[in-house]
Nanobody, 124 residues
């Protein structure tokens, strides 16, 4: 069982940066592949990035590649999403999620544990 709590969201101007954090409970955090997703009003939840259990492998959606960076610190049971060059279209609720899959899956239904989400609003 893993419980996830996101933080770091807020209001930022276009072109700005934010770093989201996702703190996990449980002693087995380091065994999970972690992902970040977002959901804008009226839209489906979409995959953004994933990171392997040890942090050596990452995967990104084309929409955020080169702007967002996923990382993790297993000693702190935390996964991060550094977001740079933010755009108004990045406005959404951002979620972290955990999966026991060993590959970097982007499929929402393969993630078993989810946080409650944190709002990111980018003003133009």
């Amino acid at each position: 069982q893993v419980q996830l709590v996101e933080s770091g969201g807020g209001l930022v101007q276009a072109g700005g940066s934010l770093r989201l954090s996702c703190a996990a409970s449980g002693r087995t955090f380091s065994s999970y592949t972690m992902g970040w997703f977002r959901q804008a009003p009226g839209k489906e939840r979409e995959f953004l990035a994933a990171i392997s259990w040890g942090g050596a492998r990452t995967s990104y959606a084309d929409s955020v590649k080169g702007r967002f960076t996923i990382s993790r610190d297993n000693a702190k049971n935390t996964v991060y999403l550094q977001m740079n060059s933010l755009k108004p279209e990045d406005t959404a609720v951002y979620y972290c999620a955990a999966t026991s899959r060993t590959w970097l899956t982007l499929k929402i239904n393969e993630y078993s544990y989810w946080g409650q989400g944190t709002q990111v609003t980018v003003s133009s």
